[in-house]
């Protein structure tokens, strides 16, 4: 079976291209992102590979069905930029890798969380120029605040037992509350205004777009912490900007992800003018860290979207349960 991945880059091929052999197939490396004008190029192979900034739509999947595509796969967890609808009309299955490396993901959070609140990154800066002041650099303890959740996939139960070794208390928000989680559930509204940290780990969804909006942010404490590692989208960054300009009324942000990252977010953009005017106000603020969408990228996570990748495509191609199949 041949196997066509888009968005790829030099450290995909490291890990796919040995299992190629191990399962039998044929894979074949892109570097453009699938989208309406790239869907040509899946022509001759029976699955297509994609990533989060991949876009799926209905006329891709329309195209994808008639170059004879049997599978969609999502070397990621997310699948919000798939047309559900469009590949179930079509008959064609959409896989995802769920639970490649919770902790990853988690640890990362976290390290966004340290870094802006303790301003690693602007003592790094001074002390490599050898600018030993301190002034200016005072964060918070982080023990004995209170953490918000929001989500708690097993992303989400990563971020928690963090938060907890932290010595923090630790409250959740999700749609579907795990009743076996020893976690204090509440409404986002109380989330909100409770919490000293608070830390995305949801799928986008319609509910979930902008669920940090105008209203969700004025019900936050002053000096708040947001974290986002999961999609941009979850936060309106036109209300983020704003509430940033007020001084002292948000103590930091770490976004990992960006809601207009497609263009941009995997790419080097240094010899050029920044014509995202929200992200260059973002990077402006000195209590703003942005990494662009790098919170999986470990070895462990990406042997392990590799390998369950080759095995979703396995099971499509010997008819086997899709046990990973977006339903």
Not at 21 to 37: A, C, R, S, T
Not at 108 to 128: E, P, S, W
Not at 179 to 203: A, G, M
């Amino acid at each position: 079976m041949k196997i066509v991945l888009f968005s790829t880059k030099p450290y995909d091929k490291i890990w796919f291209e040995p299992l190629s052999g191990q399962y039998g197939m044929e894979v074949k490396f892109l570097e453009p992102k699938l989208d309406e004008d790239t869907v040509f190029m899946a022509k001759g192979s029976e699955l297509v590979c994609a990533f989060v900034n991949d876009i799926l739509n209905d006329k891709v999947i329309a195209e994808l069905k008639r170059l004879e595509i049997k599978g969609i796969l999502m070397r990621c967890a997310g699948y919000n930029n798939v047309d559900l609808n469009a590949a179930f009309e079509y008959g064609i299955p959409v896989m995802r890798v769920p639970g490649y490396s919770p902790e990853a993901v988690a640890e990362f959070a976290m390290g966004l969380c340290l870094t802006v609140n303790r301003y690693i990154h602007k003592a790094y800066a001074r002390t490599r120029d050898f600018n030993m002041n301190i002034n200016g650099l005072m964060g918070r303890d982080l023990c004995n605040k209170t953490a918000g959740i929001i989500g708690t996939g097993r992303i989400g139960q990563a971020m928690i037992r963090i938060c907890k070794g932290f010595g923090m208390r630790v409250m959740a928000y999700d749609v579907y509350p795990n009743k076996n989680l020893d976690v204090e559930y509440v409404d986002l509204d109380t989330l909100f205004s409770k919490s000293d940290l608070i830390s995305l780990h949801c799928p986008l969804t319609q509910e979930t777009h902008y669920i940090i909006d105008e209203h969700a942010l004025s019900l936050m404490p002053k000096g708040v912490y947001i974290i986002n590692t999961s999609r941009g989208p979850l936060i309106k960054t036109s209300a983020l900007i704003q509430e940033l300009k007020v001084p002292g009324r948000i103590g930091g942000v770490g976004l990992d992800v960006y809601e207009e990252e497609g263009d941009l977010f995997y790419e080097d953009h240094s010899n050029e003018i920044m014509e995202d005017e929200q992200l260059a106000r973002l990077a402006s603020f000195p209590n703003v860290i942005i990494t662009s969408h790098q919170g999986y990228f470990t070895r462990e996570a990406m042997q392990a979207i590799a390998i369950e990748t080759m095995e979703n495509a396995y099971a499509i191609e010997h008819g086997t349960e899709l046990v990973n199949q977006v339903k």
